[in-house]
């Protein structure tokens, strides 16, 4: 009698927690979004679209090349299978061709609020150079953009506090891309691993390693100035080579740029010009830790 009486009472206690689970799950679609325009659009209930691009080809596009559409989850469950992370979206790399329509359809399963943001894009064309897809709460949110051309490796991440840092981060690229971005969740190694080992630090073994001062020759003498050579012509080796090296360039040049202001060919200039500057500082960056870096540990064996 007396187990009856507990199921009976358990029985509706369990549907109750059924009904609480199910209503936490429930994904709400925002697709009447107010549009305050230059590609913003938001409504009352915590979903916004910045950057949003339907019809205005990027410079260098002679037209679009496809209409894609991707759906991408972002949640705690999808980093599972990355230890040391909190938060992942549901895929961590994204291939396309240069000029492609896009349409991504963004669907946050948790009950905090997430973002799929992308940088890079032109600023002349996307305010800020992003596009931005944002939800509080479960809930689904639709943004379209065109992809500029080239080959280019995009981030896309959740920039809301720590949550990139713990793994909800991807890349997209562009044709074949120009690079792998680092610390991409089962993409690309972390640049500063966790480890698992238990091990306890041993500054002898774990300190970063100081360069030892290699020893200077003796100084030679100074060798004798050579009389400086005589001035070059107007046209010389050096300008016919610019010459020629322009001639091969302009189709390309005029294809690149065809239908942008001076304006806009002198933002994508300066943009490149930053994106190079930026390469150069990884690259001495990497050069450092490379000399003085602390050794990584490896994970250990399975």
Known sequence: MFEKNKLAFLAPLICLLSLSTARAVEIE???QMMNHGDGH????????????NTDTLPGGCEKIAATKE???RAGHKYSEKFPGTMYAFDQQEFHFEPCTKLTVHFINEDQIRHQWMMHGLPKYLYPKGMFHLEVSGPGKVS??????PGDKTYLVHCDIAQHMEKGM???LKVGKGSEDLPSIPGVTPAVFPDDYSGKVYDPKVDAPVTPVAVAQPPAQPAAPVAAPAPEPGFISGGSVIGLAIGLVLAPWLVKRFKGMSAGEIVATLIEQAAHLVSVAIEFIAKLIKLVGGKKAIPLPDK
């Open 41 to 52: 659009l938001m409504d009352m209930e915590g979903a916004m679209v910045m950057g949003q």
């Open 143 to 148: 943004g379209t953009l065109i992809l500029p």
């Open 169 to 171: 981060k991807g890349q």
């Open 29 to 31: 679609d925002h697709n």
């Open 70 to 72: 991707i759906t991408v």
